[in-house]
């Protein structure tokens, strides 16, 4: 999770629990842009954004920085950046919650 | 400045219905803070796109390039209908740059996921 403000390479999260802890050790992730949070992979995924300890019901956001990815692309785009926000009822579940994204569109969804 | 510069639109694509009732804030984004310009229910004309009364007159003033910020309350119209939502409220964060052309920024809208994109 991140504040709009958050930039730098601090990846929260990145205490990713140990085999110990609670069973959903990772339980969000994301297809993410180029974030402060963290970068996605060559999958295009980002995971270990939260830990479990810190992943209780509660309301949460994810904040894309879609400016700064069409910018390095020399492309324009209708959304300096993207907010997500969603409720957390049951945080033994996973929850992936991916953006499909274009320069004038973007959709989103719950996925598992 | 066009005439009728910002419309919105919610589509239930669960119901195939557009969604009546949501109450949607359009704020700008101004010295570092985001202001409130206007807010509005959606009312239901024959295509019931969003029309608010008034709101060309509210905002056709402050409708310069700027970044703009729409937040449609979806929980209540999710809980009025007795269902849940993954979203308690959605918030389409847009930047306009020709105040001269027409901007619609319509939701597709469905519990567990929603789309937007940018229209004329």
């Given at each position: 999770?991140?504040?709009?403000?958050s930039?730098g390479?601090?990846?929260?999260?990145?205490?990713?629990?140990?085999?110990?802890?609670?069973?959903?050790?990772?339980?969000?992730?994301?297809?993410?842009?180029?974030?402060?949070?963290?970068?996605?992979?060559?999958?295009?995924?980002?995971?270990?954004?939260?830990?479990?300890?810190?992943?209780?019901?509660?309301?949460?956001?994810?904040?894309?920085?879609?400016?700064?990815?069409?910018?390095?692309?020399?492309?324009?785009?209708?959304?300096?950046y993207?907010?997500?926000?969603?409720?957390?009822?049951?945080?033994e579940?996973?929850?992936?919650?991916?953006?499909l994204?274009?320069?004038?569109?973007?959709?989103?969804?719950?996925?598992? | 400045?066009?005439?009728?510069?910002?419309?919105?639109?919610?589509?239930?694509?669960?119901?195939?219905?557009?969604a009546?009732?949501?109450?949607v804030?359009?704020?700008?984004?101004?010295?570092?803070?985001?202001?409130?310009?206007?807010?509005?229910w959606?009312?239901?004309?024959?295509?019931?796109?969003?029309?608010?009364?008034?709101?060309?007159?509210?905002?056709?003033?402050e409708?310069?390039?700027?970044?703009?910020?729409?937040?449609?309350?979806?929980?209540?119209?999710?809980?009025?209908?007795?269902?849940?939502?993954f979203?308690?409220?959605?918030?389409?964060?847009?930047?306009?740059?020709?105040?001269?052309?027409?901007?619609?920024?319509?939701?597709?809208?469905?519990?567990?996921?929603?789309?937007?994109?940018?229209?004329?």
């Amino acid at each position: 999770m991140q504040s709009e403000e958050s930039k730098g390479n601090n990846t929260l999260g990145s205490n990713s629990s140990t085999a110990s802890m609670a069973s959903n050790s990772n339980p969000l992730t994301s297809h993410v842009l180029d974030t402060a949070v963290g970068l996605t992979n060559a999958d295009g995924r980002v995971g270990n954004l939260i830990s479990s300890e810190e992943f209780t019901p509660s309301r949460f956001k994810l904040t894309f920085d879609t400016l700064a990815y069409y910018e390095s692309r020399g492309e324009r785009t209708f959304y300096p950046y993207i907010d997500v926000v969603f409720e957390i009822e049951r945080p033994e579940e996973h929850y992936h919650v991916p953006i499909l994204l274009s320069a004038f569109g973007y959709s989103t969804y719950r996925g598992s | 400045m066009a005439s009728n510069p910002l419309t919105s639109h919610v589509l239930d694509t669960a119901t195939g219905k557009p969604a009546v009732g949501i109450p949607v804030t359009l704020s700008k984004f101004e010295n570092d803070v985001w202001r409130q310009i206007s807010r509005k229910w959606a009312f239901q004309d024959t295509a019931n796109r969003l029309r608010w009364t008034g709101w060309k007159s509210d905002i056709i003033e402050e409708f310069t390039p700027s970044k703009y910020k729409l937040t449609f309350e979806t929980l209540a119209y999710y809980e009025g209908r007795g269902e849940k939502t993954f979203y308690p409220y959605i918030d389409v964060i847009f930047e306009i740059e020709r105040s001269e052309e027409h901007y619609h920024v319509p939701i597709l809208l469905s519990a567990y996921g929603y789309s937007t994109y940018r229209g004329s």
